[in-house]
Every structure is written in structure tokens, then in C-alpha cells.
């Protein structure tokens, strides 16, 4: 009882901090039905060392299903997220799979790296996951030097980040980051999910992997204390340690299990995590998030803050995530996964989001918000 009563003060507090409506600009950057795709999902953006916005979504052909034939796709911004040039391929593999795209800038070289997954068309989520599907599901990379105009040919890197028990495999969705603190400055630590086999509800979980040579070569890294989570999101704090901020899925499998993201901590560089627990702010409606050091003193987060996917918003934290003081709704309709960024023109306390949304649906389109953080 008074766990449900704190839950309920914590949400009604974090609720009741919204701030005031702030003007908000926003840019179509992909439409479903548009440019030979059924639909689009799945945003990622990374700004680079030039300031360019790059926004990567995936391509699905024939349908809004997660199967089929999906390519992997970007669009450049050199306005901070005005607008958008062309769409541009970054792997197109036939009739397969290619997507869950999840980059890092590596701030020494500029190199922006991409993290993705790949199946087969003819392979279904649920297949994969217990282990019944004619192939694997497997990680790849690629990289840019040319500011995500060209991208190298993807580079399979399974073996070196996954267990051969492992069935299902998602890099992000989102993004990674390179830490700027302590003994493992410069690592790139990339946030995924997997599945046990023989799969099924409740053996899958978050974990992360990372590399200490700008991408060249990855290791597996640590995951969440308990398997009740998937997809994730990592922030670098403060004081160096990691933080994993985990789509909670024990709703699915546990009686009574709260709607709330999953938190965990790490200080060894992501290669074990700790101290697991739910955070009653942040209530979810079992979807992907992002988390984002935005600045010294601040973390941004965004989700659709609501039991279904709806009301995208975007919360800030002064503590490293201990609480949230104040809130940001961007849309208030249909929303879904999501992705912050900190823009060129931060100092005027510009925030960037690209996101799912639509009228009737939120997968009709992506966009891109900028809008004013508020100031504490």
C-alpha cells in the first residue's frame, strides 16, 4: 500500500511540474506512404562534430509490421533540425530485415558509428525468439567519415557481442555514448536487449556493449540485474558511472507489475550493473524511450508519459535521474519511440526530438521537434 501510494505522489508531483507551454517548431521528416515505404519507424539522431542532424529511421516496404523488407535510412539536416535533405540508403539488403539503428559519435575522429540488426524478410519476431526461424537474427555496423553522406559496407560483429544462447538481438533503438570521465574515457557503449533461448516471456533482458577503439572491434559488456527488461537507453552521470534506462517489460509476464522504467546503475564502464529499481516518474506504456545528458547539470528524458502511447514528453533531471523536476509535453496525441539531441544551438536552450506520431495512429509519421528546455 504505501509503494502504491508513493508511485501515485510521484507521478502526481511529476505531472504537476509541467512546464508552460513553450513554442515548439515542428519538421515532417518522414511519412508513411511516402518514398516507396508502406511506413516508417524506429528514429534515431546523433548530432555530428560538424553540427549536421542526422535523422535514421527504418524503410518498411509493405507493411507497418516489424518483418519483411525493411531498409535502413537517413536523412541530413545542416539547419539543427529546420529541415531535411534527401533520403538516403544506408543498408538496403533485398527483401530482409535491416534495421534498429543506434549510433555514437566518436568525438576524437568525428566518425559517426552505426549499430544495427539484420534477418531474414521470411523470419517473424516471434520465430526468432524461440529459436524456430530459418536464420539468426545478427549485429552489424557501419560507419561514416564524410558527415553520414556515404557509409561503409555493414560489418557483421555477432560473435563478438552476443551468447550462443541468445535468440532474439536488438542494438538501441537510439542511441550510444562515449564516456568522458574516468579510467574509460572515450569508450563507445552501445544499449541493447536480447532473448534466452529456449525464448519466451521472461527470459529476455538489457544489456550493453562496447568498444574501446572507436568501433574497430566491440565486446559484450554487463546487463540488468533482473529479466524483466529490453529495450534501453544509457546515460553517462556525473560523477562517471552509467545508468541504463530499460523499457520495463514485466507488465507482460508478472501480475501486477507496475508500468514504470526500469533503472540500473554501473561503475566499471558498463561491464556489470547494479542497484535495480523502477522509477515511479517515469510512467510508460511498455515502449522504447530516450535518455540524454544534455549538458554539465542536466539529463533529458522522452517518452509517451502516459499507460498508452500518447502525450510525448520530455522531463528533466538536475540530480542524474534521482528526480525530475520539471516537464515538457511536445505532443499531445498518438507517439511512440523517440530520440533526443542536444542541438548546435544549444546555448539558446534549443532541444531537439525526433519521434513517432500521428492523428489517428502514431506510426502515420516521423518528426522532428525543436523546442526551448526549460531553465531551472
Not at 511540474?17 to 524506429?42: C, D, K, M, W
Not at 537474427?137 to 555477432?158: A, K, L, N
Amino acid at each position: 500500500m504505501t509503494q502504491t501510494i508513493l508511485r501515485a505522489t510521484a507521478v502526481f508531483l511529476s505531472l504537476a511540474s509541467l512546464a508552460p507551454a513553450a513554442e515548439i517548431e515542428r519538421t515532417p521528416v518522414f511519412a508513411a506512404g511516402e518514398g516507396g515505404y508502406h511506413t516508417y519507424r524506429i528514429p534515431a539522431a546523433v548530432v555530428t562534430k560538424a553540427g549536421t542532424v542526422l535523422a535514421f529511421a527504418e524503410g518498411r516496404k509493405a507493411s507497418r509490421g516489424d518483418s519483411g523488407d525493411i531498409d535502413l535510412l537517413v536523412k541530413r539536416s545542416t539547419d539543427g533540425g529546420k529541415t531535411f535533405g534527401e533520403q538516403r540508403v544506408v543498408w538496403d539488403d533485398g527483401a530482409n530485415t535491416c534495421g534498429n539503428p543506434c549510433a555514437v559519435v566518436d568525438e576524437a575522429s568525428g566518425k559517426i558509428v552505426l549499430l544495427m540488426t539484420h534477418n531474414l524478410g521470411t523470419d517473424k519476431e516471434p520465430d526468432l525468439t524461440i529459436g524456430t526461424s530459418t536464420g539468426t537474427r545478427t549485429v552489424w555496423m557501419t560507419s561514416s567519415t564524410d558527415d553520414g553522406m556515404t557509409w561503409s559496407p555493414p560489418r557483421e560483429i555477432t560473435k563478438d557481442v552476443s551468447k550462443p544462447d541468445w535468440t532474439w538481438y536488438a542494438t538501441g533503438p537510439g542511441v550510444g555514448i562515449q564516456l568522458k570521465h574516468g579510467p574509460h574515457k572515450g569508450r563507445l557503449v552501445i544499449p541493447c536487449d536480447h532473448v534466452v533461448r529456449p525464448g519466451g516471456l521472461g527470459t529476455g533482458n538489457s544489456h550493453i556493449i562496447f568498444s574501446d577503439d572507436a568501433g574497430a572491434t566491440w565486446r559484450l559488456g554487463g546487463e540488468a540485474p533482473k529479466n524483466e527488461f529490453n529495450e534501453s537507453q544509457v546515460v553517462e552521470l556525473s560523477d562517471g558511472r552509467l545508468m541504463l534506462n530499460m523499457r520495463n517489460f514485466a507488465p507482460t509476464v508478472k501480475a501486477g507489475a507496475p508500468k514504470e522504467r526500469g533503472v540500473c546503475i554501473s561503475d566499471d564502464g558498463g561491464e556489470t550493473f547494479r542497484d535495480l529499481r523502477r522509477d515511479p516518474a517515469l510512467i510508460e506504456p511498455l515502449c522504447q524511450a530516450s535518455v540524454l545528458r544534455y549538458d554539465d547539470k542536466r539529463i533529458r528524458f522522452a517518452n509517451p508519459a502516459s499507460t498508452k502511447r500518447e502525450k510525448m514528453t520530455v522531463r528533466t533531471s538536475d540530480d542524474d535521474g534521482a528526480t525530475w523536476k520539471s516537464s515538457q509535453e511536445i505532443f499531445a496525441g498518438p507517439s511512440a519511440y523517440s530520440c533526443l539531441v542536444a542541438l548546435p544551438d544549444q546555448h539558446d536552450g534549443k532541444g531537439g526530438l525526433l519521434y513517432e506520431c500521428g492523428t489517428k495512429n502514431p506510426y502515420e509519421r516521423i518528426e522532428f521537434a525543436r523546442f526551448v528546455l526549460p531553465r531551472e
